[in-house]
Structure formats: structure tokens, C-alpha cells
């Protein structure tokens, strides 16, 4: 019990001196030991190193799981050390609904069917972006984290220790100056003196080492640097590896839909011609009303086929047949790479350049496009048009 009751005065004695010195040091009434330029360097270094590392942490978190109530329910899981729930991906939901959708209007309708495709590219982003997560998260947060909670916290304790130290240590600088002024006055020499400079001795010591254990630990963000060098190399490639399976999976669906595009209107326009009755023939527009009209650039035209419907002069025409019209053609710079459907159709490599027209009656969706000899339907959506 008498143990406990002087350790107790003893730490409370030790408390009370470093408050006072650190007290003093703020007011400018008392003198600090300075640490050198290398050793104020590593503390910066390190400090640095811990604000970034937790901000890039929580914004890599945002980017993972933008929604905050999940990641408030991750990080509870986490601090229980219970397993994360899997959760439904925002792509793989909409696929869901998707595919449920075309269940209802008919999946062998042409809007089900589209449904069903689009819905199950929905399903493999969604896949897809899930292993991007996972995979991000233990290679690259997971480190970045464990530096957070287990190097800096170590780190932060010894730099508490060292503080301790060099507070005991100008306190006791203190102590021996007071000691050797009070011996001054009395002209004699005095066992506080003495005292004070046998404490400043071991407080000098354990100061030292203690700045040696924590100038290691320092030294040692240059590895931790090296080591978040290498998870940012590979938090980097299963980005691109994502991002590139999103890539391919959108332009297979692009070309699904390209190629069955012609097929569902070519078949909705020749059903409407069927079950209805030629249009009346259109009154021309009165000669001010036109010459108010803005110009609008319009992709040339050729002229419509007689005898054969436009609906359907699509259908019957084929394109190599077909000659440019008089008023021109036009530029178009290739944006994707585009695989053929079949005869009608011209094969287009990114970035190349070709020359296009419409057709009468043709889906706004396609154009004709030449390239030397060469010549077929192309989709607008791969092409950039130029002026």
C-alpha cells in the first residue's frame, strides 16, 4: 500500500515538473533543447506522410462506396471484426430490373429483347466492378490502413516518450542552474548541486536513447513509402483491368445492338406501311415562312429509287450498287473499331477516316460509307462527323 502511495506522489511530482516546464517554454521563461535539422526533417517527413495517407484512405473509400451509410456499416463490421455482408451492386440492381421488365412486356418483343441484353451487360459491370472493389480494397486500402493504425500509432507513442524526456531533461537543466546559483550566494558547495547534476545525467541518457528508438522509427517512412509505391502500382492495374472489361463489355453491346438495330425498324416501318394508307401528299409551305427558316447542314441525300417504297429501299438496295449523290458527301472520322454484320455492311477501323451519305428511307441510325473501293453501311454512332 505505501508502495502505491509514493509510486502515485512519485508520477504526479513528474506530471507537476513537466507542466511547469512546458509551461515556461510556452511564456519564454525557460530554455528547450532543440532537436537538429535531420531529426526536425524526419518529424515533418512523417507527419506529411500520415495527413496524405489519410486523406487519399478516405477519398479511395468514397470512390469504392459512395454511399456514406454503407461505409459507416462497413467500418462497424470492421471494428467487430465480423465478416462485411456482400452487397448488391448499383449494376447488377438495374440488371435485376432490367430482365424482370422484359419478363413482363415479353421477352421475344424487340424492346424485351433489348432489355435482356442491356440488362445482362448491367450484370457483368456490376460483376466487374465488385472484383475491382475487392480487390482495391486488399491491395491498396488495406496496406494503407494498417500503416494508419499499427506503424503511426507506434510511431505517435514513442514520440510521446521522447517529449517526456526532453522535458524531464530541461528540468532538470533547470534545476542544477537554480543549484548553482543558490551555491553561488552561499560561497560553498552543496549537495543539491550535486543531486541535480547526477539527475541530469540519467535523464540525459534515457534522452538519448529514447531519440535513437524514435529516429529509427522515423527513418523507417522511407519504406513505408516504397511499400504504398507498390499498392498504388497495383491499385492502378486493377483499375485498368476494370475500366478495360467495362470498355469491352459496352462495345459488345453496342455491336449486338447495331446489328440487330436495321432488323427491329425495317420490321416496325414495313408492319405500319401494311396497316395504313399512303400519306396525303404535304402542301408546300408558303415562300416567307421557308425563307425564315435556319440552315441546318444535312448529310446528302441520293435520290429516291422509283418503283421501290423508301421504307423499304433500305432492304432491297445494296450499297456497293449505289453512286454519290450530286450534292456531295461528307467526312467522318472513325471512333471505334467495327466488325462487319454481313455483306451490306463496311468494316471501320478507329480513328481512320471515311467519306458517308444517307439514303432515302434508311434508319437515321446508319449511313453509307466509302472507303476507296470499298463501300457498305457504317453506324453513326461510331463515327465523328466532320464539316
Excluded at 416496325?268 to 425564315?292: D, Q, R, W, Y
Excluded at 454519290?324 to 451490306?344: C, N
Amino acid at each position: 500500500m505505501d508502495f502505491n502511495v509514493k509510486k502515485l506522489a512519485s508520477d504526479a511530482g513528474v506530471f507537476f515538473s513537466r507542466a511547469m516546464q512546458f509551461t515556461e517554454e510556452k511564456l519564454g521563461q525557460a530554455e528547450k533543447t532543440e532537436l537538429d535539422a535531420h531529426f526536425e526533417n524526419l518529424l515533418a517527413r512523417a507527419d506529411c506522410t500520415k495527413n496524405w495517407t489519410e486523406k487519399i484512405l478516405r477519398q479511395t473509400e468514397v470512390l469504392l462506396q459512395p454511399n456514406p451509410s454503407a461505409r459507416v456499416e462497413e467500418f462497424l463490421y470492421e471494428k467487430l471484426d465480423r465478416k462485411v455482408p456482400s452487397r448488391v451492386t448499383n449494376g447488377e440492381l438495374l440488371a435485376q430490373y432490367m430482365t424482370e421488365a422484359a419478363n413482363d412486356f415479353g421477352p421475344g418483343t424487340p424492346y424485351g429483347k433489348t432489355l435482356i441484353k442491356v440488362g445482362e451487360t448491367q450484370r457483368r459491370l456490376g460483376a466487374a466492378e465488385r472484383d475491382f472493389i475487392h480487390s482495391a480494397s486488399i491491395n491498396f486500402l488495406t496496406p494503407l490502413r494498417n500503416f494508419l493504425e499499427g506503424d503511426w500509432r507506434t510511431i505517435s507513442k514513442e514520440r510521446r516518450i521522447l517529449q517526456n524526456r526532453r522535458l524531464d531533461l530541461d528540468a532538470c537543466k533547470a534545476r542544477l542552474k537554480k543549484a548553482k546559483a543558490a551555491e553561488a550566494k552561499a560561497a560553498l558547495w552543496s549537495d543539491e548541486v550535486e543531486k541535480a547534476e547526477h539527475e541530469l545525467r540519467l535523464t540525459q541518457t534515457e534522452f538519448d536513447r529514447q531519440a535513437e528508438v524514435t529516429r529509427l522509427l522515423l527513418e523507417g517512412i522511407s519504406s513505408t513509402h516504397v511499400n504504398h509505391l507498390r499498392c498504388l502500382h497495383e491499385f492502378v492495374e486493377s483499375q485498368t483491368n476494370y475500366y478495360a472489361q467495362c470498355y469491352q463489355y459496352m462495345l459488345d453491346l453496342q455491336k449486338q445492338l447495331g446489328s440487330s438495330k436495321g432488323e427491329i425498324f425495317s420490321g416496325t416501318f414495313i408492319g405500319n406501311a401494311e396497316s395504313t394508307s399512303p400519306p396525303p401528299a404535304a402542301t408546300s409551305p408558303p415562300a416567307v415562312a421557308a425563307a425564315t427558316l435556319p440552315a441546318v447542314p444535312t448529310i446528302p441525300v441520293v435520290p429516291t429509287i422509283v418503283g421501290v417504297p423508301s421504307t423499304v429501299a433500305e432492304s432491297v438496295l445494296n450499297p456497293n450498287e449505289v453512286k454519290p449523290p450530286a450534292s456531295g458527301t461528307r467526312k467522318a472520322r472513325v471512333l471505334y473499331d467495327y466488325e462487319a454484320a454481313d455483306s451490306t455492311e463496311l468494316a471501320l477501323l478507329a480513328d481512320e477516316m471515311i467519306t458517308v451519305y444517307s439514303l432515302p428511307g434508311m434508319d437515321p441510325d446508319w449511313l453509307i460509307g466509302e472507303r476507296g473501293n470499298q463501300k457498305g453501311k457504317v453506324p453513326v454512332t461510331y463515327l465523328e462527323l466532320l464539316s
